[in-house]
Nanobody, 126 residues
Framework: QVQLVESGGGLVRTGDSVRLSCAAS????????MGWFRRAPGKEREFVAG????????SYADSVKGQFTISRDNAKDTVYLQMNSLKPEDTAVYYC???????????????????WGQGTQVTVSS
């Protein structure tokens, strides 16, 4: 298992950039695909971005391509989500998630994520 703790959320203004961090602990970090999800008010949780075990492949929801960037630093057991040009519709609780996978190929979007952080609120004001 792995424990995940997000940080970096808060109240920001339209056009701001924010970098969320997710610190992992408990197991070998490189054995986990990492992802970010979000739940906006009144909407279902949705996939935002995923990254493979070594940061070689990434996947993004169409809604955030070119706007958000996921990255990881395995030396720090941390995954990041860089969010640029924030808009009010980006307001949501953002969750870090992990999926155990030791294959040379792991699905970044359609696979089941087993471990979740507590979430961090990002509110984008006009």
């Amino acid at each position: 298992q792995v424990q995940l703790v997000e940080s970096g959320g808060g109240l920001v203004r339209t056009g701001d950039s924010v970098r969320l961090s997710c610190a992992a602990s408990g197991r070998t970090f490189s054995n986990y695909v990492m992802g970010w999800f979000r739940r906006a008010p009144g909407k279902e949780r949705e996939f935002v971005a995923g990254i493979d075990r070594f940061g070689m492949r990434t996947s993004y929801a169409d809604s955030v391509k070119g706007q958000f960037t996921i990255s990881r630093d395995n030396a720090k057991d941390t995954v990041y989500l860089q969010m640029n040009s924030l808009k009010p519709e980006d307001t949501a609780v953002y969750y870090c998630a992990a999926r155990y996978c030791t294959s040379i190929y792991c699905d970044l979007q359609g696979g089941k994520y087993d471990y979740w952080g507590q979430g961090t609120q990002v509110t984008v004001s006009s």
